[in-house]
């Protein structure tokens, strides 16, 4: 069997509030790019419940503070991850602080010779990691989305168990090159 990974996708959920900001979403970091002076921005949380995952403004992973902790003890290399935090005010829910999940670099991990793209548009449909670049690692993010998290089954096996998965479906990511 293939080593599996996981992509980070919101859940789709009728309790599960939705991060909403209101002002310019240009302010949001993409990752591949170094945040200097971070101003911490304020978001709202509407139509439903706190999760420990959001799909923020400008496409950035949001997590909560349990979340951001047990993935920081999977963290090797704190220059090419950053956890900067946002408000997130509810008037039903109260506030709290969460993190933006930012990567200062896209990591070169895809394994160009087993990802699936549209000739005629460049399009990646189906991405596969090289094996030999992701086999030590925990938390990747590629140059094919700019704010993708992906997770080793190692951190998803550990986020169930301690129940931190509200708000998350993990989207399976296969190593294309492993010969196991």
């Known amino acids: ?67 951001k902790e047990l993935l920081e003890q999977y963290v090797e290399d704190f220059s090419i991850i950053n956890f900067l935090p946002v408000n997130i005010v509810s008037n039903e829910y109260g506030d709290k602080i969460y993190y933006i999940v930012h990567f200062n670099r896209n990591m070169d991990v895809i394994d160009e010779a087993s990802t699936v793209y549209v000739s005629s548009t460049g399009s990646i449909i189906k991405v596969s990691l090289d094996y030999n670049k992701v086999k030590n690692q925990d938390i990747i993010n590629t140059s094919r989305l700019k704010n993708d998290l992906i997770i080793s089954s190692r951190i998803k096996k550990e986020m169930v168990k301690k129940k931190l998965n509200s708000g998350i479906e993990f989207l399976p990511i296969y190593c294309g090159n492993y010969e196991g």
């Open 1 to 67: 069997m293939e080593p599996v990974f996981y992509e980070f996708y919101p859940k789709n959920s009728r309790r599960i509030g939705v991060l909403q900001f209101y002002g310019n979403e240009d302010l949001f970091p993409l990752s591949g790019n170094a945040v200097k002076d971070w101003d911490i921005p304020t978001i709202n949380l509407e139509d439903g419940e706190y999760a420990h995952y959001f799909f923020g403004p400008g496409g950035n992973p949001v997590v909560s503070e349990e979340l």
